[in-house]
């Protein structure tokens, strides 16, 4: 981008508010008004200024890989602040951390490690194109979470925006806003303009596989007997499972396919006697596995392998495809004909529609608190499920419709999983975002918080951690500027409503 504001009149508009997931911009036909691109941090003092003088909400934009597109769609009036242009990484090898712009990619990020050393490196997400302002101020789980924890976790110093324009940095904003940030989500306490970030050393050499079962190779005693060992077995070692429904060539009928796709942050020799102790019901053998340095791992996890680094740097392609996201935590396994009836609803969809992918928690995760970060799911949590249903849009009459029907079944899923899963609350990932927890109200064009309302998805997001971030929300921005469907109220709410 080569302006500083963009308007609809624009041509290069349309492709600005291009996000990941289609579905948004379908179910939120609100556009913004207007859209800026800073190049500069001050430059966002404009926004803050025309936001404030229009009477107009903003909405933030770093990758724009938010699940319910909320950087980029509302159903009020708004406009955005996209930070595509902000995305310097400078890295302190020295002292083993980076200063990372907000806008920034992960795949920039690493790329940007991978030239300075082999065994440098940032525990984050798998997905290159997914944004740093979102996905580390919601927490960051990646392939190395059970030995180097979240993103979040690695936070050491950030710079924000207020609403009234002002830079903080750790020391200006204090303790309680620095606390909010590592996990309380985006959106309600400013403007996340860079995080300083610890890196790890990883070795020069690891292991990764993606073993592959279907249903007639075990599948289902091999998920479940995972269970059992996934969040216990050694933290260099992260096995992560993806599940999908597709037809078998052998038999006709669908079946489950699960990858068992994992990082062992060592070399194979070292991998094969471990894996033969704490899993042997998978059966590895030491073709399955490759030895790689982390960055290639990088690349392999998110489906890149053998591409040059610099696709490292590509932004998401425009998509077509409508996609509905859902989590939970699940801390005592699921027993075999819970998992069959899994299996029976993926079988509903279509083939390769639903996509479940569940991820180890344990190791270095366990030894967090409940309340030192925003982020509450620490021990006790053996995996979390994220479901995802994928599909493209039946164009016509029936689009609505179509989409209706894999939002529904997604829907289905969830109360059916309710047995097997975390209750009071029953947990969810903020990074997942999911508006069928719950949204705070639109009315006259705005967007209104009451503190009641909100509690329902704060306390699945953050359990008891939700009242500290309200406390810090209404210290840091008493006047709500900082809001959108499922933005963290200010307690004043509460006496409008108590009232
Ligand atoms: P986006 O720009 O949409 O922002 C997300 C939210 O944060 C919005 O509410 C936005 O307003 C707010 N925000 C953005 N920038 C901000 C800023 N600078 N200051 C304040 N608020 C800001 N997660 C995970 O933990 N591990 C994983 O491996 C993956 N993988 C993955 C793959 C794919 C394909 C997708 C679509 C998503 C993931 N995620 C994930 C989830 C991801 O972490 C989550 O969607 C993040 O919020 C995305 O951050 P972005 O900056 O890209 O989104």
């Keep these: 981008t080569s302006h500083l504001i963009y308007t609809p009149n624009n041509s290069s508009y349309a492709t600005l508010i291009q996000i990941e997931n289609q579905r948004p911009a379908a179910t939120f036909p609100e556009k913004p008004l207007l859209i800026f691109t800073p190049f500069y941090e001050h430059q966002i003092r404009l926004a803050i200024h025309c936001s404030k003088k229009l009477g107009v909400e903003i909405r933030l934009r770093s990758g724009g890989h938010d699940y319910e597109g909320l950087s980029s769609a509302s159903e009020v009036t708004f406009m955005v602040v996209d930070l595509r242009n902000l995305r310097a990484v400078k890295i302190a090898s020295n002292e083993k951390t980076a200063w990372v712009q907000a806008g920034a990619t992960l795949g920039q990020l690493y790329h940007t490690l991978a030239q300075k050393s082999r065994t440098l490196a940032f525990t984050a997400g798998v997905c290159p194109t997914v944004g740093v302002g979102g996905h580390i101020s919601g927490g960051g789980y990646g392939m190395m979470s059970r030995k180097h924890s979240l993103a979040a976790d690695n936070i050491v110093d950030a710079r924000v925006m207020n609403s009234d324009g002002q830079i903080l940095n750790r020391r200006s904003m204090g303790e309680d806003l620095f606390w909010a940030i590592r996990g309380g989500g985006g959106t309600s306490f400013g403007i996340v303009l860079a995080f300083k970030v610890n890196l790890v050393t990883v070795p020069e050499t690891l292991t990764v596989f993606n073993v592959t079962r279907t249903s007639e190779q075990n599948a289902t005693q091999l998920v479940h007997r995972w269970q059992y060992i996934a969040d216990k077995v050694d933290e260099n070692l992260l096995l992560r499972l993806f599940l999908r429904s597709v037809t078998s060539p052998v038999t006709g009928n669908r079946t489950v396919i699960a990858s068992f796709t994992t990082l062992y942050l060592g070399g194979v020799q070292d991998l094969l006697p471990l894996m033969k ?174 503190y009641e309302q909100a509690r329902v998805w704060g306390m699945k997001y953050f359990k008891n951690n939700f009242q500290r971030l309200v406390r810090v929300k209404t210290k840091v921005d008493p006047t709500n500027f900082f809001r959108n469907e499922q933005s963290i109220p200010p307690y004043a709410a509460i006496s409008v409503y108590s009232s």
Excluded at 321 to 345: M, N, T
Excluded at 381 to 404: A, R, T
Aim: hydrophobic share 30%; charged share 20%.
């Design 277 to 450: 102790q704490q899993f042997p019901e998978l059966g590895l053998v030491e073709k399955d596995c490759t030895e790689m340095s982390w960055i290639e791992s990088v690349l392999f996890f998110a489906g890149l392998q053998n591409k040059p680094l610099d696709v490292l740097l590509e932004t998401a392609p425009p998509s077509r495809q409508y996609f509905k996201g859902k989590s939970d935590y699940v801390q005592e396994p699921i027993p075999l004909d819970g998992l069959q009836g899994i299996w029976r609803f993926m079988h509903e969809e279509d083939e390769m529609g639903s996509r479940l992918e569940l991820s180890p928690y344990g190791g270095v995760l366990n030894s967090f608190s409940e309340s030192e970060t925003p982020f509450p799911h620490r021990s006790g949590n053996i995996f979390i499920i994220e479901y995802g249903v994928y599909w493209h849009s039946s164009k016509g009459n029936n689009e609505e419709q179509g989409d209706q029907k894999h939002i529904k079944w997604m829907r289905r899923l969830y109360s059916y999983m309710a047995t097997y899963v975390s209750k009071n609350p029953r947990a969810a990932y903020i990074n997942y975002r999911d508006l069928d927890l719950g949204m705070n109200n639109n009315s006259a064009g705005n967007t209104t918080t009451c």
